[in-house]
């Protein structure tokens, strides 16, 4: 009972994705997610060239043990990059335990705590009008939960507009903005704070009058505002009660969220980009935000993601886990997996993958009535084509970066 090989598979299908593929002496073989969408190539070394022979022959059994040997043998604490190498790792073995007792991983993890996975999709539009059809268009794919975002009248390029946003994507649904542009170079978009706050309060509004006051709306400030701008954004967007508003604020500085806390009882949700327990220590302690966002990808896999959302159970904060097409399959069924089990789930964030990622990624997880569930089959429930996987090489791919007017730098 040992890990026989290690193999770190780069694909490139819809977009890149890296998967760490662990084999045992007895043949049980594991797979782990380890994308870091537009630095994917520096996991790929960090695996390949650090961690791989540091696999080869360990006990694969010992899960928390082998998580701790990774992330204090490296002497150089968190970051994405080191913290999305163990987590491929430790999805890798989670995937390889479940197989082995021959159940579905969550049942590994306390068994099912709900039926299925509430989800929530992208819709986007540079109008009303736009945006209208695209709530339609997930509406009728099943989604009970949709987050809004809108062009901004004077800005050119904006985050979440669906690139296709003219013609349906995958299966009826807008296949949603894909942000890593491929090319050499980062693509600039434009930002002006103001505008955006003067003009998403009148897209909500617009949202609230034509489809209700039910349907549960998401938003994504995407790390832009200052704090008194998210505090102000929080407010105004008070009368169309969100389900979020998410990453309202760089959130390094943790303090930031008190003010915003201070002004707003939007619901706030944080930690897309944070990948340890650490990012999260004052805004679970002092009950700054509602949802955790971090997904099993970026935080270090299962085993710390979900000690993470133990912590965050004793203030009632619940699982956002996200779920962006740079998630491959792999990282949603073990999000899906975690959802199921733990008591604080609070909603899955759930994009389509393309068409050719899911003839890479041989999945058994359903999507059904709004609900997402990882399935049955043992261990994770996806199957990596290798020989599929090879069609697709690996293309340099960036995420945007945003500019003000004057050529400020700011956040994208
Ligand atoms: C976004 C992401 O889904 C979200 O909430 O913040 O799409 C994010 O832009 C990408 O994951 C960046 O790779
Ligand atoms: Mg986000």
């Known amino acids: 009972m040992s890990i026989l090989a290690a193999d770190v598979i780069v694909t490139s299908p819809d977009r890149n994705f890296v998967t760490l593929k662990l084999t045992t002496t007895d043949g049980v073989i594991g797979l782990g997610d380890a994308t870091l969408n537009g630095r994917e190539l ?13 696999l080869i022959g360990r006990d694969e059994r010992n899960i928390e043990d082998t ?17 999305a190498a163990i987590a491929a790792v430790d999805v890798a073995l989670w995937d390889i335990k479940a197989k082995s007792a021959g159940m579905p991983l969550y049942q590994l993890l306390g068994g099912a ?28 794919q099943g989604f009970r939960a949709i987050r ?37 170079q980062p693509v600039q978009e434009d930002w002006d704070t103001r505008s955006y706050l003067r003009h998403l309060p009148t897209v909500f509004e617009a949202v609230r009058n034509e489809f209700g006051p039910e ?44 003010l915003v806390r201070r002004h707003t009882t939007t619901p706030l949700a944080i930690g897309e980009i944070f990948n340890t327990v650490w990012d999260y220590q004052l805004l679970l302690r002092e009950q700054l935000i509602d949802y955790v966002r971090s997904s099993v990808t970026h935080a270090g896999g299962i085993t710390q993601l979900k000690k993470l959302l ?33 008591h604080n789930f609070g909603i899955q964030e759930y994009m389509v993958h393309g068409a050719r990622t899911n003839e890479v990624f041989e999945q058994t ?16 429930g996806v199957d990596l084509n290798v020989d599929e996987a090879g069609k697709y090489p690996y293309a340099q791919a960036y995420l945007p970066y945003n500019r003000l007017a004057d050529g400020t730098m700011h956040d994208w």
């Open 42 to 54: 520096a996991v790929v070394s960090y695996l390949r060239d650090h961690v791989v022979q540091l």
């Open 67 to 83: 998580w701790q040997f990774l992330y204090r043998s490296a002497y150089w604490r968190r970051g994405p990059v080191t913290m």
């Open 113 to 140: 705590s709900r039926e299925g996975l509430l989800a929530y999709g992208h819709a986007s539009g540079r109008t009303n009008a736009e945006l209208f059809e695209s709530i339609l268009e997930h509406r009728a």
């Open 148 to 184: 809004v975002q809108s062009g901004v009248p004077g800005l050119k390029a904006i985050y979440g507009i669906a690139s296709n946003a003219t013609s349906a994507g995958n299966a009826g649904v807008r296949y949603d903005h894909e942000p890593a542009q491929r090319g050499a």
């Open 215 to 258: 349907l549960p709306l998401l938003h994504d400030g995407h790390h832009r505002m200052t704090p008194i701008q998210a505090a102000t954004l929080g407010k105004s967007l008070e009368p169309y009660d969100l389900f979020w508003l998410e990453d309202c604020t760089p959130a390094e500085n943790q303090e930031a969220l008190r």
């Open 310 to 342: 133990e912590s965050a159970a004793q203030y009632q904060i619940k699982s956002g886990m996200h779920g962006p097409t740079d998630i491959s399959p792999v990282g949603m069924a073990a999000a899906m997996h975690l959802g199921l089990a733990i």
């Open 365 to 380: 997880f359903t999507w059904r009535d709004g609900m997402l569930h990882p399935g049955d089959a043992p261990g994770l």
